[in-house]
């Protein structure tokens, strides 16, 4: 009987299947004679009906103990090995196989060797069913009691997987020291291929492990976010690929937005890169790529609507209808960039805002005070924590167009430092040229910036950095008069903060009296940002009363004891210029952020060697103009009867008031002349006339900015004459009417003819005694200094 894949050994019980029709003949056969039957292994398993060359010589011959008929028509047998056999031919092939054949049983042998033999053999096969764990207990019981080498080799041998030729090698060994040697090599082989295996399991089972314990907890957060009313992850990825798709991005943020999509799919949803992805992917599809609002370029409703909001501003209004036209014309052209220069409160953000609705387009609003690192501008690089997007970004994404009104508030108030220089990034977003790719180092992609229509604003013209200065159109606002800001809070403030207040001309009526009694008792500016609080604040308290019921107001109409009653005493007293004329004392006129502003400027010699003395906070340049003047009136001493010599013997201290407030700048120039002059001369100078120009050291009269604001602060001081330089007179056509007829306005262009206005005219009771007066002037330089250091008053 040839056996396709197995060897039966002569010490084995063991169950064959026979299935061929050649050997179930031969199994049938030998049943009837004394049921003993060789077997033999086949060479190769798949040969059907082998020829005696595909058969191995060397067999057994069995016992055949139970045949079992099986449904198939096949037969399960059970055989005993009995002898080891060597096949020597076939003697007939035809119904079924006979052999002629020779016992040859296994040699035997004892001793230590083949002991010890059978004790390595025993322990590799313990080693090997440790790790197979498919040898049952009780095999390895009677392995190890086993006493003959062959036995335990060929039960061994029985037991362990190995191919049909390693274990017919066995079978032809005869020797039992060879075959135990044998079988020890093959378990050896056979416990490292195990081990390996064991070894790749264990791994692929961490791996297996990890996998599954995130996908239970992950599941586990899904659950508790369902339960807490949240969307789940994977619906957020949804809805994230339908705002990609509905976000009408350009091809290469679309792209990136989708890569980025992918990679957020492979990540665990909770982690924080996941969580980093997301904002940037929701960043990336709140973005107003190609959203805008439909332009209206109706200059008639534009010219309306600034006119509804804003009261006076002609140049300004006239300049941004200019503009507009022109946009109007031509689309294409890249129109500079309007930046409205003017101290607070003159209405440079409301007149932006106002802009914006007219032409329907969304407002947006950064204050640029304080920026100083360009990231603000550009954003911060993904790589760091926290990063976002630029202001620029963040705006566009709040207004949710990307052709909106852009204000970039306080352009003057942006700084520089280390972290780099904010105005570049920022010439960059104004540039035309550049503008339609505007690179955010969040975004890392191109935005087109050149939609957007950008109004600057700034406070003090020279404080904008150079570069941004060129590329936008200045537009000056200067402060109101008296006058415009009793209109605009008649026309404007008034009825808007009733209707904010709740309240309405039953109420409360503001009559023009008072409101010219608010501005100048309460405010002190050259816009009107405190007037309309000024006047919200009344307006907050007449509500309350009229909440309470108390109405305490005898008619609507508020008077001037109500008035202070409701606002407290006046917050503002205003410096008057001089009642009398007087020496050495001389009105300048200042210009600051709050409008214009009276400076006196005060003049004492005193004794001593020549050195010069400023006080009050000056700055190098007006010290230096203080210097000038000092010289101006050195040289031209004799003029005015001072001795040439004046200053050895005197120091010169000028001195100008309210010493805490810094003053720069060189317009204070000819006030200090004057001042110096009448205070050596003994000449007083006029009262009531102020005075504001750069002196040479020939004299010369040179021109100074903030006109306006400062014939404004002459007026509010009550001050009839005013000496300017010859320079600005251009400057007076802008002027107001109310200022030019209450002014007298004297345009000089040399020291000689401020001297001729400011110095009080002799009469000739005084030409008589001018010299006294001078001589008077020398004597007192050389009075003693009082105890305190402050010399008796100049007066004279
Ligand atoms: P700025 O931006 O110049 O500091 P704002 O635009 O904030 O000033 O103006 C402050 C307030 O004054 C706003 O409520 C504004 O409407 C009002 N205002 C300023 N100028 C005018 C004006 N000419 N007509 C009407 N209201 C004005």
């Not at 009653?565 to 001089?578: A, M, S, T, Y």
């Not at 214009?596 to 060697?609: A, F, S, W």
Request: net charge positive.
């Amino acid at each position: 009987m040839p056996l396709r894949d197995m060897v039966v050994y002569p010490n084995m019980i063991v169950s064959l299947f026979v299935g061929r029709k050649k050997t179930v003949r031969a199994l049938e056969e030998s049943m009837q004679q004394g049921r003993k039957i060789a077997l033999a292994a086949q060479r190769q398993a798949q040969i059907d009906d082998p020829a005696l060359e595909d058969i191995y010589e060397v067999g057994t011959i069995v016992r055949i103990l139970q045949v079992l008929k099986m449904p198939d028509d096949s037969f399960k047998v059970l055989v005993e090995g009995q002898e080891r056999i060597r096949i020597r031919g076939f003697r007939a092939r035809d119904n079924y196989f006979t052999v002629d054949y020779e016992v040859s049983p296994y040699e035997i042998q004892t001793g230590a060797i083949v002991q010890t033999a059978m004790r390595n053999a025993l322990e590799l096969f313990g080693k090997y069913a440790r790790l197979s764990k498919n040898i049952p207990a009780d095999i390895l019981t009677s392995l190890n009691r086993m006493k003959d080498p062959h036995r335990l080799t060929d039960l061994m041998a029985e037991q362990l997987p190995f191919p049909v030729d390693k274990k017919q090698k066995l079978l032809e060994m005869v020797k039992p020291l060879a075959r135990l040697e044998a079988l020890a090599e093959l378990l050896y082989n056979e416990i490292e291929l195990r081990e390996i295996e064991r070894r790749i399991k264990g791994r692929v089972r961490k791996q297996i492990d990890i996998t599954q314990k995130e996908y239970y907890l992950n599941e586990q957060i899904k659950a508790i976010r369902k339960e807490l009313g949240q969307k789940d992850v994977e619906s957020e990825n949804e809805e994230l690929v339908q705002r990609i798709k509905n976000a009408q991005m350009p091809k290469g943020a679309e792209d990136k937005a989708t890569k980025e999509l992918a990679r957020l799919d492979r990540m665990p949803p909770m982690s924080p890169e996941a969580t980093v992805t997301r904002t940037y992917i929701e960043w990336l599809v709140a973005l107003p790529w190609s959203f805008q609002t439909p332009e209206k370029l109706d200059l008639r409703i534009v010219a309306r609507t600034l006119d509804k909001d804003h009261y006076g501003l002609r140049k300004v209004k006239d300049r941004v209808l200019e503009y507009l036209a022109v946009r109007k014309l031509a689309p294409k052209m890249k129109g500079p960039i309007l930046c409205l220069v003017g101290p607070p409160g003159v209405g440079k953000t409301s007149l932006a805002r106002s802009v914006a609705a007219a032409i329907n387009r969304k407002f947006v609003r950064i204050s640029l005070g304080g920026v100083r690192d360009e990231a603000e501008i550009r954003g911060h690089r993904r790589t760091y924590i926290g990063a976002m997007p630029g202001k620029i970004i963040q705006s566009l994404k709040n207004a949710k167009s990307r052709n909106p009104v852009f204000l970039l508030d306080e352009i003057d108030k942006m700084g520089s430092d280390f972290r780099g220089d904010p105005a570049c990034a920022l010439l960059e977003v104004l540039d035309p040229e550049q503008n339609q790719a505007f690179n955010d180092h969040y975004l890392d992609l191109d935005f087109d910036l050149s939609n957007i229509m950008f109004i600057a604003t700034a406070n003090i013209f020279q404080n904008i950095h150079p570069t941004l200065r060129d590329r936008m159109e200045i537009i000056e606002i200067r402060g109101y008069t008296q006058e415009e800001k009793t209109q605009i809070a008649q026309r404007h403030l008034n009825a808007r903060l009733l209707e904010e207040h709740g309240l309405t001309t039953k109420d409360l009526v503001l009559s023009r009296p008072m409101i010219e009694k608010i501005i100048a008792e309460y405010t002190f500016e050259a816009g009107v940002r405190n007037l309309n609080r000024e006047i919200s604040a009344l307006m907050r308290k007449v509500t309350r009363l009229k909440v309470e019921k108390k109405s305490p107001l005898k008619a609507k109409e508020l008077t001037a004891l109500e008035l202070t009653k409701l606002l407290g005493p006046p917050k503002i007293l205003r410096r008057k210029g001089e009642k009398a004329d007087v020496v050495g004392i001389a009105t300048g006129l200042a210009w600051t952020e709050n409008g214009g502003e009276i400076l006196t400027i005060e003049v004492v010699p005193l004794p001593g060697k020549g050195q010069l003395i400023l006080t009050g906070k000056l700055g190098d340049v007006m010290k230096e103009s203080g210097q000038a003047a000092v010289s101006y009136a050195r040289k031209h001493a004799k003029d005015f009867h001072i001795p040439p010599d004046f200053y050895h013997n005197s120091d010169i201290h000028i001195h100008v008031p309210e010493g805490a407030i810094p003053k720069d700048g060189p317009s204070a120039g000819i006030a200090m002349a004057a001042a110096l002059v009448s205070a050596f001369s003994g000449i007083p100078i006029r009262k009531n006339t102020a005075m504001t120009g750069e002196i040479t050291l020939r004299g010369r009269v040179l021109g100074i900015g903030g006109l306006k604001e400062k014939l404004l602060a002459a007026m509010r001081a009550g001050i009839k004459t005013v000496i300017i330089p010859h320079e600005n007179q251009k400057d007076l056509v802008d002027l107001p009417v109310e200022v030019t007829r209450s002014l007298e306005i004297k345009l000089v262009q040399n020291m000689q003819q401020v001297l001729e206005v400011v110095l009080a005219r002799e009469k000739r009771s005084q030409v008589k005694t001018r010299k006294a007066y001078a001589k008077k002037a020398r004597e007192q330089t050389k009075q003693p200094v009082d105890q305190n250091g402050i010399s008796p008053p100049a007066v004279m």
